[in-house]
C-alpha cells in the first residue's frame, strides 16, 4: 500500500504508540489522520503538536471510548466527513492491569472488534467501499510471553487469533481489507511500566527479565506499523521486539482452508 494521499484512523492516538504511529504515518504522506482516544486533555495537546507539524488540516482529535459502539460510530462519521474517505484503521488502544480484568477485555477486546468490524462496513468492498488496510495492535505476550497479567495476556492471544480468522479467504474475498497484526515488545510507555509493576508484586526480578529485552521507543513500533501496512499481507503476524527490524511471525498450518 502507499501510504500518499491516504487517510487514517488511530485508536489509542494520545499517547506512546498510537501517538508516534499518528506522526509516521503523516511523515510517509497520509492525506489526514484521525487521533481517537478517551483521553482528551493529552490527546487535544497531542493533535495542536501534530497539525503544528504537520498542517492545520491533517489530523483532528476525537474523543473516543472504544468500549463504546457510538463513540467509534461517531469517530469513523467524523472521520469520513472531515477528510473524505478512511483507508487505513489502526486499533491501537489498550491497558494493562488485571486488577481492573473486566475493563482489560472491554478495551483489548471489544475495542478491537469493534474497530475492525467498523473498518469492514467503511472500506469493504462488499459495502461499497475501496478496499483498505486494519492494524490491530496486539502483544509478545500475545505469543506466549508471560506478564504476570494472564488476561491481558489473553487478551492479546485474542487479537493475534481474531486477525488472523478474519483473513479467512472465503471472508477476506468479500471485504478486501488487508487485516494486520503487530506484536510490540517492551516499549517505553505507561503499558511498560504497568507490567513491571505487576511483575514486582510477584516478587518477579524484574532486573533478569530485562536483561531478554532492550526496552525501545514508541517511534521504533510506529515504524514497523507503517512498513507492514506497505509490505505486509492479509492475516500476518509481525513482531516488534528489542529494538530489531519487525519479523513476521511464521505459525504451523494445520488445517488448509
Ligand atoms: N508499551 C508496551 O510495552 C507494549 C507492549 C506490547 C503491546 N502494547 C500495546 O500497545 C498499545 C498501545 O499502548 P502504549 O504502550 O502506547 O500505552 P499508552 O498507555 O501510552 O497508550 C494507550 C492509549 O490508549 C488509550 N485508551 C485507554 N483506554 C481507552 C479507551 N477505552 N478508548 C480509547 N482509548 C483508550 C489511553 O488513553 C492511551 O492514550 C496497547 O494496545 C498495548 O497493549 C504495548
Redesign the pocket.
Known sequence: MDLNGKVAIV?????????ATVKHLLKNGAKGVAM????SQ??EEAALLVTKEYGEDRAIFIK????EQQDLEDAFRKTKETFGSIDIVVN?????GDYRWEREI???VE?VVRGTQLALEYMGKHKGGEGGAVVN?????GLGLKSACPV?DGT?FFVVGYSQAISFPPLDKSHGVRVLCI??????????TG?LNAYENLKVDTKEIMSYFTMQQ?DH?AEGIVHILREGATGTVWVSNNCQPVYQVDFPELVKP
Open positions: 485508536t489509542g492516538a494520545a499517547n506512546g504508540i498510537g501517538l481517537c482516544d478517551i483521553d493529552n490527546g473516543t471510548d472504544v468500549t491501537n488502544a489498550g491497558i494493562v472491554k478495551i483489548n475495542g495492535v496486539a502483544s509478545v505476550a491481558y492479546k506484536c510490540p515488545g517492551f516499549t517505553d510507555t505507561p503499558i511498560a507490567v514508541p513500533v
